[in-house]
């Protein structure tokens, strides 16, 4: 018997770090659910496809305007100082604005099809979801509280879908943006960037931490949600029986509760979010500090111009403003795992590409006949009075 992967011995020192990243990410970013969906993935392949490939494009080059602004302000003081031109100045902007149009021109794309790729699936959730609770038997459907279904078929499909979007989006908006941008900050200074990115790393083990913290409390929420909407549906469905014998007021005071405890989760879960955001965002600016102190005596000294020094700051900058949106991925993803494991149970079989039915449309030789002599439904004899 084969032994396991991860149980065999390390044969090298590659094998070994492939296989401690692989534990990581099994760990805390709760991968398995994610390839459980490939084949909802597959069934927009040719979008996911061409948006990954517009935002590789837009988050490589999301790097060149920061440095055509640091020219051009180059090519200002130049002139300020009686050595550069105005040919120079005007190529620097024009350089300045082709940036620009190139990171926004591919945002646009990348948006466009990577936004309508994940919509598709959460549409074909929703709809495999529906289409496995309608194959039921009768027996189990009468058991099982509607407005449960509703909660998971509503609630836990748009939880799911946040963190497909975020597997499939912000990989690239977040991870691949970040890296781009140290890795040109790393061409400038190496040890000033090391400087202001020591506070960084600080803030993945405070998100990896707290994962667990949002997973139970999304949970809870998505239960809660659960049952006051079950809740809901019954007493709409025999609000006339309790007038009848008389206990409106309970019903109402059930549901009260039901509604105060739903809330109170929520909150939670918000309340959550919105302390961890601002806590990683400090952790994450306080770069700036090292960047104006070590890089303004670089200036002062002649190491980097001005211009550097400003398109280093935008950069670091730029990292800054996504750079907490990693932690936030991680906690994203996993919440999304507890929206799976709560609507697997109601998910029909995925539809292949080849095989969905949905897809085809009749073809006008398969049309009936309008004038074959169809079978018409027998109608009673006419009696007459």
Do not use: C
Not at 31 to 50: F, K, N, T
Not at 195 to 214: F, H, Y
Not at 234 to 242: K, S
Not at 293 to 311: K, R, S
């Amino acid at each position: 018997m084969t032994p396991s992967l991860f149980l065999a011995p390390p044969r090298d020192g590659a094998h070994s770090a492939s296989v401690a990243w692989r534990l990581l990410l099994r760990s805390f970013v709760n991968l398995p659910y994610l390839w459980e969906l490939r084949p909802y993935l597959r069934q927009v392949g040719g979008l996911l496809a061409i948006g990954s490939l517009m935002a590789i494009i837009m988050n490589t080059a999301i790097v060149l305007p920061a440095l055509a602004l640091g020219r051009a302000i180059d090519a200002v003081l130049a002139i300020e100082r009686g050595e550069g031109d105005a040919a120079t100045a005007g190529w620097a902007a024009l350089s300045l604005i082709g940036a620009a149009a190139i990171v926004e021109l591919s945002r646009v794309f990348k948006r466009y099809w990577l936004i309508t790729a994940n919509q598709r699936v959460r549409a074909n959730l929703r709809a495999d979801a529906l289409r496995g609770v309608l194959a039921w038997p009768a027996e189990r459907l009468h058991q099982t509280p509607f407005g449960d279904l509703m909660a998971r078929i509503d609630g836990d499909v748009e939880t799911l879908g946040l963190g497909v979007r975020e597997a499939t989006t912000e990989i690239w908006d977040t991870v691949l943006f970040s890296v781009s941008l140290v890795v040109v900050m790393l061409t400038f200074d190496v040890g000033l960037t090391v400087l202001a990115m020591l506070p960084v790393p600080a803030a993945m083990p405070l998100a990896l931490a707290t994962g667990r913290w949002v997973r139970e409390r999304i949970s809870a929420a998505r239960a809660a949600a659960a049952r006051a909407t079950a809740a809901l549906q019954e007493l709409l469905a025999g609000v006339r029986v309790l007038r009848l014998f008389g206990h409106e007021a309970t019903a109402t005071r059930r549901y009260a509760t039901l509604s105060e405890d739903q809330a109170e989760t929520m909150l939670a879960t918000q309340r959550l979010r919105s302390t961890l955001a601002p806590t990683y965002t400090v952790m994450m600016v306080a770069g700036v500090t090292f960047i104006l102190w070590f890089g303004g005596e670089n200036v002062i000294a002649g190491l980097m111009t001005a211009g550097q020094l400003v398109a280093f700051l935008e950069l670091y900058l730029q990292v800054v403003k996504r750079g907490f949106r990693v932690p936030q991925l991680i906690n994203s993803v996993q919440a999304g795992g507890v929206a799976y494991r709560r609507l697997k149970p109601l998910l029909a079989p995925a539809l292949s590409v080849e095989g969905n039915h949905h897809a085809r449309r009749s073809s006008p030789a398969t049309w009936p006949d309008s004038s074959s002599n169809r079978p018409r439904p027998s109608r009673p004899d006419r009696v007459d009075p």
